[in-house]
């Protein structure tokens, strides 16, 4: 109990609401206030601060909480998780979709590519080769040509294939 005791006190109060520091300020140290205006807006003020509850809803009267103001919630939790698994779900599917998307266009991509190399070879009578950095023939990065130019002006790049 001793413990509760010193936490509260170490705890300090929250500062003075806005409207407490202007009346305070309005206050002669007798007491009295400095002007009959301000005195009535002083007491305007008193009349208007009421204390706070919690969960309640200010201007539409006594008693009226949050939900009773703004209605439940529409979804449940169960429903709400529903909701997610089915989007989830969703998300899947078009994943899978855009999958089978990405490897037809690779199989149209490797077709043109066998083209352009059939045609390369029938207009020079030579077999282009694809690698690329690695050494396998699924993508290629650059075609290396085996053969050699009469007039040297062409590079032949080293190849692994024979």
């Not at 200010?58 to 939900?67: F, I, K, M, N, P």
């Not at 449940?76 to 855009?98: A, C, G, P, V, W």
């Not at 694809?130 to 396998?136: A, F, L, P, Q, V």
Request: proline share 5%; hydrophobic share 25%.
């Amino acid at each position: 109990m001793g413990d509760e005791d010193s936490i509260s006190r170490d705890c300090s109060p929250s500062p003075p609401s806005r409207h407490q520091k202007w009346k305070r300020d309005q206050l002669r140290p007798n007491g009295e206030y400095t002007s009959d205006a301000s005195r009535t807006v002083a007491e305007k003020i008193n009349q208007l601060v009421v204390e706070e509850h919690d969960g309640c809803v200010h201007g539409v009267g006594e008693g009226v909480g949050l939900r009773l103001f703004y209605g439940s919630s529409r979804k449940s939790t169960k429903q709400t998780q529903n909701e997610n698994i089915d989007h989830f779900e969703m998300l899947e599917e078009q994943r899978n979709f855009f999958d089978e998307k990405l490897k037809e266009e690779e199989e149209k991509y490797k077709e043109y590519v066998e083209k352009i190399e059939e045609m390369y070879a029938r207009i020079n009578g030579t077999i282009p080769y694809c690698t690329n950095e690695d050494g396998d023939d699924q993508l290629p990065k650059r075609i290396v040509i085996r053969g050699s130019s009469t007039k040297g002006s062409s590079f032949v790049a080293p190849s692994r294939y024979p």
